[in-house]
């Protein structure tokens, strides 16, 4: 059987893919950002999953706003990559996961959910990102991809704890899938920024690190935000907390938390890591 | 008028919902073809002409030849899409915060350092 044997919450500015490509993880304006990273690369090498679920929304490569899915999930067998404006690299393909990707299709849009499903989709810097996070250099290609993309750009958006019921249905989903996979969730974006208006620059640190112990221990006091909430205490942009909260909501037996690192500001943004070890209760 | 999705109102925030998102459809669609360098070259040879193929109005072509965020905020611009505006225009996001608050880079950062420690 498929099993969710852990996962990793990351942030995933294009800041980040410009710094990586111009080599400056050193640097001191980036070097508490990126220590962060090895242990969870070492983790990821040690452990080698087959399959990562990825929650990430898009920021106007695959969807503009003439069709916006509140949730669509990527069943391709890759994923490209294209330039999304601003001249940051574009990388190499992605490698999906297409049988186990219908198969979460058919479980999850029967409980209710009704997905957007994708064969193909070109996949932004909010996926693509923590893969070069994870795997630097673009050496991402031999672990296979699930995208799961969240509306967090035009209201309505899905509320917290419905990203989590469908975090829920699609660990079910993991669950139930005959094939021996070791599958890892990402939870990417956040933690607490606003990129817009007279408010821009916002950060709430205190919320960033309650978020990210209510995440191990408590996620469902999470779910009790609506993103109006999040907007007031996370900024315009912290509504990307879902991804995390999708992520969470996989995760459905005993999670011990591995790892983690805050720093802040990368960018606008409080970045928070997190490596959460998942056991399934049989 | 179409109905706003929330009556809460956060200061300096423009909350993106389906009245600014129809307001704002034209004026987003073309910051989404920045995507493409054949565009943003065409918008480059000639803003206006580029702008009036999109029919943008006369308030948000203004505030596109201004680079005044804020006032395309107000025309129903989404930050997603104006930041390909932003990067056509070779700025980072520290570049628009300032933009948007009136700060110089320098202090938008400096902000932000003292934000993201908790010093605020």
């Not at chain 2, 225009?89 to 908790?118: P, W, Y």
């Amino acid at each position: 059987m498929a099993k969710i044997i852990g996962a990793v919450t990351t942030s995933h500015i294009p800041a980040i893919a410009n710094a990586m490509a111009n080599g400056l993880e050193e640097t001191p304006y980036w070097k508490p950002f990126f220590d962060g990273y090895p242990p969870v690369r070492d983790w990821l090498n040690e452990k080698q999953p087959d399959v990562i679920i990825l929650f990430y929304n898009d920021h106007g490569l695959e969807f503009f706003i003439d069709k916006k899915p509140t949730f669509a999930l990527g069943v391709a067998d890759e994923y490209h990559n294209a330039d999304e404006g601003w001249g940051i690299p574009t990388i190499p393909p992605v490698t999906g996961e297409s049988e186990l990707s219908w198969h979460i299709a058919n479980k999850v849009v029967d409980e209710g959910f009704d997905l957007t499903i994708c064969q193909e989709m070109r996949v932004d810097h909010g996926l693509t990102v923590p893969l070069n996070l994870m795997w630097p250099g673009h050496k991402y290609g031999h672990v296979k991809v699930i995208p799961v993309c969240i509306n967090c750009e035009q209201h309505p958006m899905p509320q917290p704890k419905r990203s989590y019921a469908l975090g829920q249905a699609i660990g079910r989903a993991v669950e139930s899938y005959p094939e021996d996979l070791k599958v890892v969730v990402f939870g990417t974006g956040g933690l607490s920024h606003q990129l817009d208006g007279e408010r821009a620059g916002f950060i709430n640190r205190e919320f960033d690190l309650k978020c990210m112990d209510q995440l191990v221990s408590e996620p469902e006091e999470l779910t009790k935000y609506s993103n109006l909430d999040l907007i007031e205490i996370a900024g315009a942009q912290g509504v990307e907390l879902n991804m995390w909260i999708g992520m969470r909501g996989c995760l459905t037996g005993k999670v011990t938390e591995l790892h983690r690192n805050y720093h802040g500001p990368i960018s606008n943004t409080g970045a928070g890591l997190l490596l959460l070890e998942h056991e399934h209760l049989d | 008028m179409t109905e706003r999705y929330a009556d809460r109102e956060f200061p300096g925030t423009y909350l993106f919902d389906g009245a600014m998102a129809k307001k704002g459809y034209a004026l987003n669609k073309m910051c989404y073809s920045f995507n493409e360098q054949q565009a943003r070259d065409e918008f480059n040879a000639d803003p206006e002409a580029y702008c009036n193929k999109y029919r943008l109005t006369d308030t948000q072509k203004k505030a596109i030849f201004d680079k005044d965020i804020i006032g395309l905020l107000r025309e129903g611009g989404s930050i997603y899409y104006l930041a390909k505006y932003a990067g056509l225009l070779k700025l980072n996001m520290q570049d628009i915060g300032a933009l948007q608050t009136g700060m110089s880079v320098d202090e938008f950062k400096d902000m932000l350092v003292k934000n993201a420690r908790g010093e605020v």
